[in-house]
């Protein structure tokens, strides 16, 4: 992300202009990044507190009832964590294959049946079914309603990476390796695998962290296909979590018991510490998008 | 003899060429065999997901009962779309997704290259990977996310601008959630806020990758910041520019579902403004399980897509053929 280093020739503005622009961006950044901390502040915050005075960026005292209690009550927490990673990282790394299977042969250029298969993908760009076709499909037909696969495939066809991973491929795997790779009487299998993606690495990395955060933000094909409480993805239960904290309130409202569930049981900063936990990792795997982030923007910008 | 031969090997000319074509094709087959299998699972992985439902567009045909199934349900023929554009809601759904798509796509646009150029003049690099860090950020969270931020803001009793801010304008207590011309511009921010900053990341990763050399030949004939902006900036963004406001009017009939579904609560009270496409094909589809409504909305959009795809690209095309997409 060296993008300010065209800077040498590229004349420096005056220190007024340099100092008006760090300003406009500090404010920016902040506009970015607040929100968030102020998910963080309700999450700390005492549920009496929240009632009293409202949401607030600064908690007064710092509670981390909420956090206990989900980790006390974490079977859904467990369960839905486990259905994110279980989806996430077989979802990834099934992706990650599947494209870089279809993009390799389409960037041969020796491969007879290129273009076809180049128009094949091309169709589903253009032209979708739509969402009743698809979800008659997979309910009534397929039969995946309540099943894991039903959130790992549909993510599975981006024909936007294939493209990507194929321009990749012709910009930095010589066709003269994959010769000599078949004159040296290696199959097209080990060619494949040991030649072509270890140097294509920073490609298939973009496209895994994008996949990543794709499946682990999903909430979408949940929605649509889980009822089993046990198959909630995290995504879904914060879902849950947000129209039924309303619902419990609506129901309760003016009774005196609404006092006494506030207190047992933290909901407000309860939902906003879900919430938290659901970004977590999200922000473990920042760093890493860093890195090959532009590159990979780069590379997709990149008439296809 | 001779004069016999070449008689019958014109005759039979066309049969051998056939017949090599095929045996060609054959031979590549098998040739390429596993190049082709290579592309095998993907390619039913998009059959599935892709050509099937595509084929099941004529569902909007159907009279659908759970008798009959699918399959076997009578033919309606235009019916289902008679109804869906007798209701007002075809009309309402149809401006809303397009004029928030508009709204979208040109104050999207003119945000995120704006952004880029300005933080293509942050000379100190540290800070130009400082900010690009902290405005990508947003995109990274979910839709599900961005709805408790902003009801963390619009909570009727507890939220941030209705307990804090609202009350130093002499408001109180206001239920957002019940204010359906209010999304618009909620809506409107919401979407901003999740998406310029990595739009101008894209753009910033196109600027850089501009010559130098044509800066510096600009400096020497005095060519002043503004005028290596619009003069030079500019102009070599515009392909890019092109291209991606092309992807985007494709999908003008498409739209964020998370954003107008998850960050509104799917509140009833807002559905004047709030409802687009998508959501009504799905609460038609999930909620109602009115499936000819649906479907037809489902056909509806799925074809007008295919149509403004089809036409951004060839306009595209005649404006610069390298922009176009294909």
Request: net charge positive; proline share 4%; glycine share 6%.
């Amino acid at each position: 992300m060296n993008t300010a280093s065209n800077t040498k020739s590229y004349s420096k503005g005056p220190k007024g202009a340099q100092m008006i622009l760090h300003i406009f961006f500090i404010a920016f950044s902040l506009a970015c990044i607040l929100p968030v901390l102020l998910i963080v502040a309700i999450s700390l915050t005492n549920e009496k507190a929240l009632t009293l005075q409202g949401y607030k960026f600064w908690p007064d005292k710092i509670d981390l009832s909420a956090y206990q209690y989900l980790f006390n009550h974490s079977e859904t927490l467990a369960k839905a964590y486990g259905v994110s990673l279980t989806v996430t990282i077989t979802g990834t790394l099934l992706a990650v294959l599947l494209i870089a299977l279809y993009a390799y042969p389409l960037y041969r250029r020796d491969f007879p049946f290129k273009k076809a298969f180049n128009f094949y993908l091309l169709i589903t760009m253009l032209f979708s079914g739509g969402l009743v076709p698809f979800y008659l499909l997979y309910v009534n037909f397929l039969n995946l309603k309540d099943s894991l696969i039903a959130l790992i495939l549909p993510g599975l066809s981006n024909a936007f990476y294939i493209f990507i991973a194929r321009t990749f491929f012709q910009q930095t795997v010589p066709e003269e390796m994959i010769e000599s790779g078949k004159l040296d009487g290696a199959s097209e299998w080990r060619i494949f695998f040991q030649l072509v993606l270890p140097i294509s690495l920073p490609v298939l990395a973009t496209i895994a962290l994008f996949t990543t955060l794709m499946y682990w933000n999903d909430w979408f094909n949940s929605m649509l296909f889980i009822n089993n409480t046990d198959l909630y993805s995290l995504q879904y239960v914060m879902i849950q979590m947000i129209r039924q904290a309303e619902f419990f309130k609506n129901q309760l409202a003016g009774s005196g018991v609404a006092l006494l569930v506030q207190e047992s049981v933290p909901t407000e900063s309860l939902r906003m510490a879900m919430v938290i936990v659901s970004i977590g990792p999200i922000l473990f795997i920042y760093p890493f998008f860093q890195k090959y982030f532009t590159k990979g923007l780069t590379i997709g910008a990149i008439k296809g | 003899m001779a004069n016999s031969s070449t008689v019958e090997a014109v005759a039979r000319k066309p049969l051998p060429q056939q017949q090599s074509r095929l045996k060609r094709l054959l031979r590549n087959i098998v040739k390429y065999r596993v190049l082709l299998l290579m592309l095998l699972p993907t390619s039913i992985v998009f059959f599935i997901n892709c050509y099937i439902p595509m084929f099941g567009l004529f569902i909007a045909f159907k009279n659908i009962n759970y008798v009959d199934g699918i399959m076997g349900s009578p033919w309606a023929g235009f019916d289902n779309f008679r109804f869906l554009f007798a209701t007002s809601d075809a009309l309402r759904v149809t401006v809303n997704t397009v004029a928030y798509n508009v709204v979208f796509i040109i104050s999207g646009l003119i945000l995120s290259v704006s952004l880029a150029i300005a933080i293509n003049e942050v000379t100190s690099r540290l800070a130009s990977r400082v900010y690009q860090t902290v405005m990508i950020m947003p995109n990274f969270l979910s839709m599900v996310v961005v709805s408790f931020i902003v009801y963390a803001f619009l909570h009727p009793e507890y939220g941030f601008l209705v307990k804090h801010i609202l009350p130093l304008f002499g408001y109180s207590s206001v239920n957002a959630y019940m204010h359906p011309n209010a999304w618009p511009y909620i809506l409107w921010l919401t979407k901003m806020w999740h998406s310029i900053g990595i739009g101008s990341v894209i753009y910033l990763a196109a600027i850089t990758g501009i010559s130098e050399e044509l800066y510096e030949a600009a400096v020497m004939d005095g060519a002043s910041k503004w005028q290596q902006i619009t003069r030079i900036t500019l102009p070599l963004l515009t392909p890019i520019m092109v291209i991606l406001t092309i992807l985007n009017l494709g999908g003008i009939f498409r739209s964020d579902f998370g954003l107008f579904y998850h960050v509104t609560l799917d509140s009833g009270a807002l559905r004047s403004t709030t409802d687009v496409i998508d959501t009504y094909v799905y609460r038609g589809l999930i909620q109602l399980n009115d499936l000819g409504m649906s479907s037809a909305a489902n056909f509806y959009q799925s074809v007008i897509g295919f149509f403004l795809v089809i036409g951004a690209n060839s306009l595209a095309r005649k404006l610069n053929r390298d922009t176009a997409l294909f």
